[in-house]
């Protein structure tokens, strides 16, 4: 059965076993995830399911009690065994954040994936779509066009690079290593699994803004991007995603992603998301099952200091 998120599957358990994170399965009773293993300071660690578990409720024989319990007595096992001192679970579905609840789960702020989203039905037409964007993204894509800004699918992960770059640096945000992206561009994904497109747009012909896109089940995530403010004026990114779309509606692909929005923390992204005239889809959130309660409450006062932290400087 074809899992609901890429992130549960067994494509990308094996791609997180290459960046040296140990994945483990369970799969029993119409429950399922794949649990990964993130180290913290002191030699600590957490047990991360994202967007899981997964529940097949018509194969849950006599109610959704006992194979809930099986499965939360793997996790407390798991955790003993890890010296884990948290599980941290991101659910896409309402009904079975409620049952983690009921299980013993705590609701998080702390969010890994993001739990707000916006997605493109892409299958319309190009004057559909165009029509049900804001007046202003539809204005910068004709004003990218007037520059003469070109995208393409490439492999040059150093050029995304600089330009991701360019972009923590000027936007104050964290990014994952170089090795990582490289990882992701280059892995081995087999032939029914993820596929992963590295986009470049170009402006007179210096590289302007790039986006890694991943497909899977019909849908295009838009997992990250980056661009060059030196060229600003041209609206690279919005040819960019333009060009996106088109391509992967070429290609089959029914929904592009944009993949996280947050009004509160990103307020400029979240805008230029919201205005491609996509639906708003909100999904449970985060939710944790503390294992040592000393450690866990711990780490909760470092996660929001450094948050704090982030904010004043």
């Not at 358990?13 to 002191?42: C, M, T, W």
């Not at 030699?43 to 529940?55: R, V």
């Not at 954040?97 to 702020?109: C, N």
């Not at 805008?271 to 889809?281: E, P």
Request: charged residues 25%.
């Amino acid at each position: 059965m074809a899992k609901q998120s890429f992130l549960q599957t067994n494509e990308w358990a094996n791609f997180q076993r290459s960046l040296g994170r140990e994945v483990f399965e369970y799969e029993k009773n119409g429950v399922s995830a794949k649990i990964i293993r993130h180290s913290l300071p002191f030699g600590k660690n957490y047990l991360y399911i994202p967007h899981g578990p997964e529940m097949d409720f018509n194969t849950m024989v006599g109610g959704f009690k006992s194979p809930t319990r099986g499965f939360v007595d793997y996790l407390l096992g798991l955790s003993r065994q890890e010296k884990s001192i948290f599980v941290k679970a991101e659910p896409l579905t309402g009904n079975v954040a409620q049952i983690l609840v009921e299980a013993g789960f705590k609701r998080a702020r702390k969010e890994i994936q993001p739990s707000k989203t916006v997605i493109v039905d892409i299958q319309e037409s190009d004057i559909n779509l165009l029509a049900a964007m804001h007046y202003k993204t539809r204005y910068n894509i004709k004003v990218a066009e007037n520059h003469g800004v070109i995208v393409d699918e490439s492999r040059d992960t150093a050029t995304f690079w600089r330009l991701l770059q360019k972009t923590t640096t000027r936007d104050e945000f964290s990014s994952h290593p170089k090795s990582y992206y490289e990882k992701l561009l280059n892995f081995d994904w087999g032939d029914d699994g993820p596929k992963v497109k590295l986009f470049l747009a170009k402006y007179e012909n210096k590289p302007a803004a790039a986006a890694i896109v991943l497909i899977y089940g019909g849908v295009g995530y838009y997992l990250h991007g980056a661009s060059d403010y030196e060229h600003r004026s041209a609206m690279a990114p919005f040819m960019l995603h333009w060009r996106i779309i088109q391509l992967l509606r070429k290609a089959g692909v029914e929904n592009y992603d944009l993949w996280g929005i947050n009004a509160r923390k990103w307020p400029g992204v979240t805008r230029f998301k919201l205005n491609w005239g996509g639906r708003t889809i909100d999904r449970p959130g985060s939710f944790d099952l503390p294992i040592s309660k000393t450690w866990y409450f711990a780490y909760k006062i470092g996660s929001r200091a450094y948050r704090q932290a982030r904010k004043i400087f």
